[in-house]
């Protein structure tokens, strides 16, 4: 709570505004209020984007890991939704411009290393206990 408390006094109050005017959309029209964004701020520190990135890390788990037409499996030809390239598109310049002006940046791609890591672990874990059922199903 504390943290919290430092942070915002911490966080310029200007980026504070966009990331809640931008969270406070449905992520279906997350595009919205990130078109008209331009960089507008001294130089930054990525840490008052976190939640912003954060954000936009729970748009793309929603509506573009699922798809099966970027997955290869038996089923990737089944018809999804139409693919939100707008969306995507006003994220990736969002992300570019932040990263392009802030310090601190290396820390994205650490925390994308360490996501993807820990995604690819549990998906091992979950493989192991599926395949030890298998074979528990099998010896019954």
């Known amino acids: 709570m504390m943290d919290q408390f430092l942070f915002d006094l911490l966080q310029p109050p200007k980026i504070r ?4 005017s931008v969270t406070a959309v449905p992520l279906e029209e997350i595009q919205e209020p990130l078109k008209p964004f331009t960089w507008e701020f001294d130089k930054g520190d990525f840490h008052h984007w976190v939640d912003l990135f954060n ?7 929603k509506y573009v890991k699922p798809r099966k037409d970027l997955q290869i499996d038996d089923n990737f030809l089944d018809s999804d939704p139409p693919f939100p390239t707008e969306a995507v598109l006003q994220i990736l ?3 570019r411009i932040v990263l392009d002006n802030c310090s601190n940046k290396h820390f994205y791609s650490s925390y994308e290393d360490e996501k993807q890591t820990r995604t690819e ?4 874990n979950t493989k192991t206990v599926t395949n030890n059922e298998e074979e528990d199903g099998d010896q019954q």
């Open 121 to 124: 672990d549990e998906n091992r």
């Open 55 to 61: 954000h936009f890390g729970s748009f793309f788990e």
């Open 17 to 20: 505004f966009f990331i809640n």
């Open 93 to 95: 310049r969002v992300i």
